[in-house]
T-cell receptor, first 109, second 113 residues
Framework: EDQVTQSPEALRLQEGESSSLNCSYTVSGLRGLFWYRQDPGKGPEFLFT???AGEEKEKERLKATLTKKESFLHITAPKPEDSATYLC??????????FGTGTRLQVTL | NAGVTQTPKFQVLKTGQSMTLQCAQD?????MYWYRQDPGMGLRLIYYSASEGTTDKGEVPNGYNVSRLNKREFSLRLESAAPSQTSVYFC????????????FGPGTRLTVL
């Protein structure tokens, strides 16, 4: 059974204080690892897909990396508008997404 | 493009009542999905449709039925609602089934009393 564990559950940062969110996974035959952002009361919004160990992708202040056992979402000099829940998900040989429970990020002034 | 739309946004049911959640996408996607999101549980797949004319069970299908009405529309039906079905329901779509990004709707918040 595919499993995704995200840590920490919640993270509070000051504006400009860089940090990383962790997503560790066990999956039979990783086909893709996905990061989503979810704002309160809204549906998840796609951020990145990573397909193989060593791959990295960037978007504004966010950078996602992938190893054989985990992925990191690095947030550089965050702003209050980066506050959201960040979800990690994987697809394996079953071709269906398995989600983690997310990291709630709060960025304060 | 509206993307993925869901109706209704909110619904309150009594135990035993039935209802249908509607979902439509305008991206010409082949695959569509229904998830539920509960605190501390993450998003869990209820049913999915890999392509028009096909539907399959996901992780938590009990108590639900689905209909892929056409390529655009995928509905979720609760025949006899139970308090355990209180949740936020999300519909999603993707170009194909598999390792591609899914696009989510805004969700339906359902309370069963």
């Amino acid at each position: 059974e595919d499993q995704v564990t995200q840590s920490p559950e919640a993270l509070r940062l000051q504006e400009g204080e860089s940090s990383s969110l962790n997503c560790s996974y066990t999956v039979s035959g990783l086909r893709g690892l996905f990061w989503y952002r979810q704002d309160p009361g809204k549906g998840p919004e796609f951020l990145f897909t990573l397909y193989s160990a060593g791959e990295e992708k960037e978007k504004e202040r966010l950078k996602a990396t992938l190893t054989k056992k985990e992925s990191f979402l690095h947030i550089t000099a965050p702003k209050p508008e980066d506050s959201a829940t960040y979800l990690c998900a994987v697809t394996g040989t079953a071709s269906k997404l398995t989600f983690g429970t997310g990291t709630r990020l709060q960025v304060t002034l | 493009n509206a993307g993925v739309t869901q109706t209704p946004k909110f619904q309150v049911l009594k135990t035993g009542q039935s209802m249908t959640l509607q979902c439509a996408q305008d991206m010409n996607h082949n695959s569509m999905y229904w998830y539920r999101q509960d605190p501390g549980m993450g998003l869990r797949l209820i049913y999915y449709s890999a392509s028009e004319g096909t539907t399959d069970k996901g992780e938590v299908p009990n108590g639900y039925n689905v209909s892929r009405l056409n390529k655009r529309e995928f509905s979720l039906r609760l025949e006899s609602a139970a308090p355990s079905q209180t949740s936020v329901y999300f519909c999603a779509s993707s170009e194909v089934l598999g390792d591609v990004e899914q696009f989510f709707g805004p969700g339906t918040r359902l309370t069963v009393l």
